[in-house]
């Protein structure tokens, strides 16, 4: 069992920038592929960004590429999504998953159902 918390979520305004954090713990976290999603009220729950378990590599949405990186410490068994100049369609709540994913140096998955492993969420609201 995996157990997931995110933090670093608020009320911000247009250009601002946050980090957002989840931490992990209950399993290797080393053996985790880590990876970034949001659901804005009434919609869907999208794929913003993964990481492999080493972190050689990363996939992120065509949406926030260029302005969103996610990273991980895994001394520290958590990832972290560093947003940077935020819109309004950023408001949302941001969730960070996890997948058991030991060896697989290429693996960090867009698709929600490779997800085994979910936090309970971090509002993140952006004013005009």
């Known amino acids: 069992q995996v157990h997931l918390v995110e933090s670093g979520g608020g009320v911000v305004q247009t250009g601002d920038s946050l980090r957002l954090s989840c931490a992990a713990s209950?399993?290797?976290?080393?053996?985790?592929?880590m990876g970034w999603f949001r659901q804005a009220p009434g919609e869907e729950r999208d794929f913003l960004a993964a990481i492999s378990w080493n972190g050689a590599y990363t996939d992120d949405a065509n949406s926030i590429r260029g302005r969103f990186t996610i990273s991980r410490n895994n001394a520290e068994n958590t990832v972290y999504l560093q947003m940077n100049s935020l819109k309004p369609e950023d408001t949302a709540v941001y969730y960070c998953a996890a997948q058991w994913a030991p060896g697989r140096d290429w693996y960090a998955p867009a698709d929600i159902s490779e997800y085994q492993y979910w936090g309970q969420g971090t509002p993140v609201t952006v004013s005009p």
């Open positions: 209950g399993r290797s976290f080393s053996s985790l592929a």
